[in-house]
């Protein structure tokens, strides 16, 4: 019984995509690594009360890929970061990683839509309820978050449960 429990968990901690949802092809995650600005996100616990928050993407010494989270809590009136790492896990070119911030535990994270200059992308977790729009900018045209939410939409996302992240500081 115990055995069957470690099995499941360890499934559960493989990267995964939404059913119906394709992660971008051709991907270089040497063009992806540096500075990401979260424009919009669906919220959840990690990420809740945040404000300003960026990821910074650099490569490690092993090839992982170093993760580190960042934003300001508007209740604690602090700023907050977290630290991980994330490795690609799909095909060759395939924008699909699993990251983990918490030891051995994994998270899917798929690039899904990324423009050809690496400066805007839409990123969706292991379900549907794990969306981000990044940005290189603190800010996006209308025309991008359109495109953007169109996609996301198209693969069946709420759209309407986007939080739209203050890029103040």
Known sequence: MMMAFVALFSF???ANIPKGVVAVSNFDAGKYVGKWYEIARFDFRFERNLSNTTAEYSFNKNGTIRVE????DTIKNT?????GKAKLVGKSGEAMLKV???GPFYAGYNV???DSDYQTALVAGDHFTYLWILSRTKTIDEATKQKYLKVAEAYGFETKNLIWVKQDN
């Open 12 to 14: 559960a901690g493989c």
């Open 112 to 114: 899904i839509a990324l």
């Open 79 to 83: 700023w907050k970061s977290a630290v």
């Open 100 to 102: 983990s911030f918490f």
């Open 69 to 72: 989270n960042r934003g300001y």
